[in-house]
């Protein structure tokens, strides 16, 4: 009812826990086959008489005595906290539900996100050095970059790319950690110690890491009115508390000089547009005419174009000669300068010309550091909310934003389905309305541990946690069952719903421990988080450990009271029935059966 929900989730996050909700699905089928079948054989034959135990380990015999010697002290003392709960009912479920209340306010302390961010003893750093620098002053510039880098003894290498498809006056370059058990210090730790190291370093511009979470385009006709609306977004989100790595798409234009054709000119030598553009570029940017094959088996690019002294300055192309239709008196035909068709004027053209849906667009890119990657974006979302833009631009929240919505909207699809489901199974085999509700309280009550373990273990609520809290929908239920279903039992045995409260609390103690100790055992290595990437998980066994001992521990009390509250109802509602129109009577196929339950 819980997991099948999970694995059929939109989105993202859908992609992440497909394999997952159906894994446990059948796994839980599988284990209810083996809990009909081989539990029962097993626990028939491998039988354990108490005077017997651990006679070739007496050590061990000893200590589980005094183990059940600490199990029936907490039967003592629940014993005496039921009958307290069960006199102060109001009190219990009052005290329950603002607790519950309470623990809401714990969410804006514990901060969101859409990953946790991870140590993979990965670092990637992108530097941009000015517009129309060469190859070789960013090669300098990133010489003196791995100079600072030396500094860290956490770096065991470092693999750089100078000249990358974004051009020349770009560079990456990556980094490889040593282990985690042999530095102290964090890779988040040691990505805002790069930051500072590298801050004083002139003539470049530096991106720690990459898929930044906070994305934000503005989109609209004119790309002059965009870079002034982009600039001034980008003041007001630089103010954001935790913003970091604040870049813009548009960046400074390259230097370019425009070829602008006399076209009366031109059309009397015959001269196109075309024609000057297919002479103009293999004679600057060059053109591949062969290829030769050398000694050592290379096949190498013959390139043949300017030498470099002759494409330098704007003369220099004007002086480039072109052929015309006109025939020169050695009938061949007449030669022509660029500078006697053409004016060359000296401007600027866009890095990358960036759309989407149709229409021009910027962007503003920027990582979290110091604080959660959810609670910025946050910020920067109500920056974007009240922002006024003129008419026929908008903004288009992509990136971490835009999936942390989308996923938080599936999984709470997800968790809204897992609840009907449960209520429709409980209500079917409990035949009651009612009963459902006092065991599904227990759902709710599972929040307070989560968001208190998420709290004290400096945790985010995140895709994993969310999932974790889903998780819980399939586990805490089972302690109310038990007791409701034991109580129910009692009842039908004639005892009085004090009595039958009572002995359900007592003699379903004992599993409800020892399955939630089991859970906690469980998901403790998970929880942990050890091993590199194992932060990336850890929020999901955080989050189960701690709703599944709130839960337990709120089920074992406010349970009993809410059942007692719901079969005092059920009493009064079938007193009336029967004051109105008599009692029920039963039939079967064998006739009457006398008055019916409720």
Do not use: C
């Amino acid at each position: 009812a819980v997991f099948v929900p999970i694995a059929f989730m939109s989105g993202i996050i859908g992609r992440f826990f497909f394999q997952f909700g159906v894994t446990v699905a059948v796994a839980v089928m599988v284990s209810l086959f083996v809990s009909f079948t081989l539990d029962p054989m097993l626990s028939a034959i491998w039988h354990d008489p108490p005077g017997t135990r651990f006679k070739r380990m007496p050590w061990l015999g000893r200590f589980l005595d005094r183990v059940e010697m600490g199990i029936e002290w907490v039967h003592r003392i629940y014993g005496d906290i039921l009958v307290w709960a069960l006199a102060h009912r109001k009190t219990v479920l009052s005290g329950s539900l603002l607790a519950l209340i309470a623990s809401f306010a714990l969410v804006p302390l514990i901060g969101t996100e859409f990953v946790p961010k991870s140590d993979q003893s990965q670092i990637t750093l992108r530097l941009n050095t000015a517009v129309g620098s060469s190859l070789e002053y960013t090669d300098s510039k990133v010489q003196q970059v791995e100079g600072v880098l030396k500094q860290f003894p956490e770096i065991a290498f470092a693999m750089t790319t100078i000249g990358t498809d974004e051009g020349r006056n770009y560079a990456r370059v990556n980094l490889k950690l040593v282990d985690r058990n042999q530095r102290a210090r964090s890779q988040e730790q040691l990505e805002k110690a790069i930051r500072k190291v590298l801050e004083p370093v002139a003539g470049i511009e530096l991106t720690v890491g990459f898929n930044r979470p906070i994305f934000v385009n503005i989109l609209g006709p004119d790309p002059e009115t965009l870079n002034g609306l982009i600039n001034d977004f980008k003041k007001r989100v630089a103010k954001v508390p935790g913003i970091t790595d604040l870049e813009l798409s548009e960046k400074t234009p390259n230097p370019a000089l425009s070829v602008r054709l006399n076209n009366d000119a031109a059309a009397e030598l015959g001269i196109t547009v075309q024609q000057v553009g297919s002479t103009l570029r293999p004679l600057l940017n060059g053109d591949t005419v062969s290829y030769w094959l050398a000694q050592d088996g290379q096949n190498y690019e013959v390139n043949v174009r300017l030498p470099k002294d002759r494409r330098q300055l704007s003369t220099d192309l004007s002086s480039l000669y072109l052929t015309t239709n006109k025939i020169g008196p050695n009938g061949v035909p007449r030669m022509v300068p660029l500078r006697q068709v053409a004016e060359i004027v000296e401007t600027t053209s866009p890095q990358t010309i960036r759309r989407e849906e149709l229409q021009r667009r910027v962007t503003l890119f920027a990582n979290a550091q110091g604080r959660p990657a959810g609670d910025v974006g946050s910020d920067v979302n109500a920056i974007v909310k009240d922002f006024v833009l003129p008419p026929g631009y908008r903004f288009s929240v992509r990136g971490q934003q835009e999936q942390m919505q989308d996923s938080f909207k599936a999984a709470m699809a997800a968790l809204g389905l897992a609840v009907i489901f449960i209520y429709l199974i409980l209500a079917s085999q409990f035949a009651s309305y009612l009963q459902p509700v006092a065991i599904m309280v227990s759902l709710p009550l599972s929040l307070i541990g989560v968001f208190v373990a998420l709290l004290l273990t400096g945790t985010t609520l995140n895709i994993f946690s969310m999932i974790g809290f889903i998780m819980l929908m399939g586990l805490v239920t089972k302690n109310a069952i038990l007791l409701v279903d034991f109580a129910n039992r009692a009842r039908r045995g004639g005892a009085s719903l004090q009595d039958s409260m009572l002995q359900a609390g007592q003699v379903r103690l004992r599993p409800i421990l020892m399955t939630t100790a089991a859970m906690i055992g469980g998901m403790l290595p998970l929880a942990l988080g050890v091993g590199e990437g194992g932060e990336t998980q850890a929020p999901m066994g955080r989050a189960i450990i701690g709703g599944v001992i709130t839960s337990t521990l709120l089920t074992l009390v406010v349970v009993p009271v809410l059942y007692s509250y719901l079969d005092g109802w059920s009493e009064w509602r079938r007193a009336r029935r029967e004051a109105k129109h008599g009692p029920r009577v039963a039939t079967t196929a064998h006739g009457f059966s006398g008055p019916a339950g409720d």
